[in-house]
């Protein structure tokens, strides 16, 4: 019997054919390698022997020491390829393909251009989303032609990608356009425009391919009235159309771009772009579009409108107050991140404050709010709660206490301040860092202490535990009778008890010789008839955390 999440027919010989390729991408990048020095010293590859120091000259060129990464990530996807046999490893050789193609994109020439991080982002989410359209493409049609029975099923689910790999190419090639050529007009007027011009059109016949599949294709397989050969022939037509893409973009990377007539200002030579004069005005009105931002934003809140539409199909319904907090939480990290906060933020530390702040702490509070966990658990059933399995060891106090530590420290007193405002990567991880280790710190300690103060009801008002609510009788006999306190339909005794229960434990009482337990801490507290409750004192961490649980609280 096949173990569950083993991977076996299709899907096995997809991966194997993933190693495969990837022993000619791991080839073409030593090659790109060697054209790169070739290139830098000014001889042929044949002479490439005769230079001394070649290694290390290799290794201190940008260029070159990203596409030997490339190489590196390339040969562990092939060994990976012939040695996976299950779905986890599987995902694992994905995502080391993705990173392979993350140095080449970040050490191109999008790296030191004008507005470089919105160029080097836009150029990220260009390569990876071309890269996952062209290779599952090609694995539909290839890997996948034989196996019938699982075509419809993957070319369905292959639509929604390509869908999505369409709109982030798309969004991510008109911004690196607009970066280099400065506006329209200097499309017309260049070579690097000509060549921006042939993309547009190409991707626009890419789209009219993809609504024909959506349309008809993939409807027709899916419901039995379309043979192979009619989505195999459109097929083959779009992987024409992407190779023709392929070489323009090459021919497009080594072109350069239109030289504009610009003034040299201070913010321009230090930051890459002009930054006008700050006013309120301006702080709110600016905006500095980042693709690599704005999709993952824009993915974040279409995937919740995804469950909330699946979920109100299953006729069940979702708080509008948590709806309204998730999106109003993405509004803040678009704000913080693509508007005026982010172009007024690598100069001004004030307003660099200020980005911490949304980063760390309001946004977290109203993502946390908005519960995206408890909808994905609703309406991803098991998979999802597996996945929130494998997480609960980051929900431990001294796990969250570091996280939310950690990145302040590392950021303003280990020297990561400066590289985080003029690096691209650097910036990223110190967002990514500050922003997780808010959503773990604020969905995690609010429920603690709510849990933690004595007597808190859960949130639907009543204690169904009946172990707990024995547990509690046992300590306080008067707990029942006491407003606000609602008994179960359970009964009264638990298997913890006794009372004849099984396991066999012992009863528990007075009679067979076990002392009453003390009243609860609440009923100790309480102060007798006609005299008032002593004032206590109530420390600055207490006062910190009923901030906390108010800030939270569903």
């Known amino acids: 019997m096949r173990s569950r999440g083993a991977l076996a027919g299709p899907a096995a010989r997809c991966v194997r054919a993933a190693g495969l390729w990837a022993l000619g991408w791991a080839a073409c990048a030593a090659f790109a390698v060697l054209l790169a020095l070739a290139d830098f010293v000014t001889v042929p590859l044949t002479g490439l ?11 201190s060129l940008a260029p070159t020491r990203a596409m030997l990464l490339t190489v ?19 995902a694992a050789l994905l995502g080391t393909a993705v990173l392979g193609l993350l140095p080449a994109a970040y050490a191109g020439h999008a790296a030191t251009g004008d507005d470089h991080m919105v160029a080097t982002s836009g150029m990220l989410v260009h390569t990876v989303a071309v890269a996952l359209w062209i290779g599952g493409l090609a694995a539909i049609v290839f890997p996948l032609r034989g196996a019938r029975a699982e075509l419809p099923a993957a070319v369905t689910r292959f639509s929604a990608v390509a869908l999505a790999c369409f709109a982030a190419t798309g969004v991510s090639g008109l911004a690196g356009a607009w ?3 400065g506006g329209p007009a200097e499309l017309f007027g260049s070579a690097y425009g000509v060549l921006v011009l042939g993309k547009i059109v190409l991707l626009g016949a890419l789209g009219y391919i993809g609504w024909r599949h959506r349309s008809t294709t993939v409807a027709g397989l899916r419901e039995g009235r379309t043979a192979w050969r009619p989505f195999l022939r459109l097929a083959a037509g779009e992987i024409m159309v992407m190779a023709a893409a392929a070489g323009l973009a090459v021919a497009l ?38 693709p690599l931002i704005l999709l993952s934003l824009a993915g974040a809140a279409l995937a919740y409108a995804a469950g909330l539409r699946r979920l109100r199909g299953a006729g069940e319904t979702w708080p509008r107050h948590r709806v309204l907090a998730w999106f109003c939480g993405v509004a803040v990290l678009a704000f913080a991140l693509a508007g005026g906060v982010a172009a007024y933020a690598p100069a001004l530390f004030s307003v660099h404050a200020v980005q911490h702040v949304m980063l760390g702490v309001v946004a977290p509070v109203l993502l946390v709010r908005g519960a995206p966990v408890t909808l994905a658990t609703r309406v991803c059933g098991e998979r999802a709660e597996a996945c929130v ?27 990561l301040y400066e590289p985080a405002q003029s690096g691209h990567a650097v910036h990223l991880l110190a967002v990514l860092a500050t922003l997780g280790s808010g959503l773990l710190f604020f969905g995690v300690v609010p429920g603690r202490c709510r849990r933690a103060r004595p007597g808190h009801p859960p949130a639907d008002g009543a204690d169904r535990d009946p ?5 509690r009788a046992r300590r306080d006999p008067g707990a029942a009778d006491r407003p606000g306190v609602v008994r179960p339909a359970a009964p009264a005794v638990g298997p913890r008890s006794g009372g004849g229960a099984g396991r066999g434990r012992r009863p528990v009482g007075p009679a067979h010789g076990h002392r009453p337990a003390r009243p609860a801490r609440a009923a100790r507290r309480t102060p007798p008839p006609g005299q008032a409750a002593r004032p206590r004192p ?10 906390v649980r108010c800030a939270a609280r569903p």
């Not at 590196?72 to 599987?90: D, N, S």
């Not at 504009?260 to 905006?287: K, N």
């Not at 172990?467 to 547990?471: D, L, M, S, V």
């Open 389 to 415: 399995r494998r997480l609960l060891p980051l929900t431990r106090p001294p796990v969250v206490l570091v996280a939310f530590a950690v990145p302040p420290v590392a950021l303003y007193l280990g020297g």
């Open 49 to 59: 022997g005769s230079v001394d120091g070649l290694a290390g000259l290799a290794l």
């Open 179 to 181: 970066v280099r050529t």
């Open 72 to 90: 590196a990530a390339a040969l562990a996807v092939a060994v990976g390829g012939h040695l996976v046999r299950r779905r986890e490893g599987a």
């Open 467 to 471: 172990r707990r609510h024995a547990g």
């Open 538 to 547: 109530v420390p600055a961490l207490t006062v910190a955390a009923g901030a």
């Open 253 to 290: 990377s080594r072109t350069p771009p239109p030289v504009t007539a610009q003034d040299l200002s201070v913010a321009r030579v230090l930051l890459g772009y002009d930054l006008p004069v700050l006013d309120p005005a301006r702080l709110v009105t600016l905006w500095r579009p980042d």
